[in-house]
């Protein structure tokens, strides 16, 4: 089979992600090096941004968290792709993108999620009661459910709400899928 070509360089964490994406599909990174990414990265990072496009894809832990909240602060309209923390768990224990099935890659990948220019919130701190992810016993795991069915990332309650308004996610698309996963 022939690996899916990504036209936009791909910002990852370390030399071990650019190899499991490698693996997958065909791609050029541009490696932070850890979560203290220096001025020369950021540079780099927007000669690709304006170039060819960009996809943060950094590791569902907090240093990945803080690498891609450091690159948002400075390029707000980049594209993001997610992998979930039980799709990228390793033998040993360890989280990240280097852990991650090829295939959880590619899907990964097939569902990049870009900033809206609207910074109307959308999505209320209402809505999330009225939906159960905010403020019930099952709360955590809806959020869990949903965000693995978006391929956001998962987030608490407020960063939720930030996500989903971020992206411009409808509310007919969140009650579809919380109808789906409540059928199961």
Same mark, same amino acid.
């Given at each position: ?50 170039? &060819? ?5 950094? +590791?569902? +832990?907090?240093?990945? /968290?803080?690498? #891609? ?15 979930? #923390?039980?799709?990228?768990? !390793?033998?040993? !224990? ?23 220019? +609207? ?25 869990? &459910? ?6 956001? !990332?998962?987030?608490?309650?407020? /960063?939720? &709400? ?10 007919? /698309? ?11």
């Amino acid at each position: 089979m022939e690996k899916p070509v990504i036209k936009e360089v791909i910002i990852v964490e370390g030399k071990d992600d650019t190899r499991r994406l490698n693996e997958a599909v065909s791609c050029e990174t541009i490696e932070t090096k850890g979560s203290a990414i220096d001025e020369v990265v950021l540079k780099e990072i927007e000669v690709a941004l304006n170039t &060819r496009g960009a996809i943060i894809f950094t +590791d569902p +832990d907090y240093p990945g /968290q803080k690498i #891609r909240n450091t690159i948002l602060e400075r390029f707000p309209d980049i594209k993001e792709a997610f992998v979930s #923390r039980s799709k990228a768990k !390793g033998r040993n !224990g360890g989280i990240g993108i280097e852990h991650a099935s090829k295939e959880s890659i590619i899907e990964s990948l097939s569902k990049v999620y870009t900033s809206v220019s +609207d910074s109307t919130p959308h999505i209320t701190i209402s809505d999330m009661v009225g939906w159960g992810l905010s403020g019930s016993k099952e709360a955590a795991v809806k959020r869990t &459910r949903l965000c693995e069915e978006l391929n956001i !990332g998962y987030a608490n309650a407020g /960063q939720l &709400r930030k996500k989903l308004n971020r992206y411009g996610i409808k509310h007919e /698309q969140i009650e579809d899928i919380l109808k789906a996963v409540e059928g199961e």
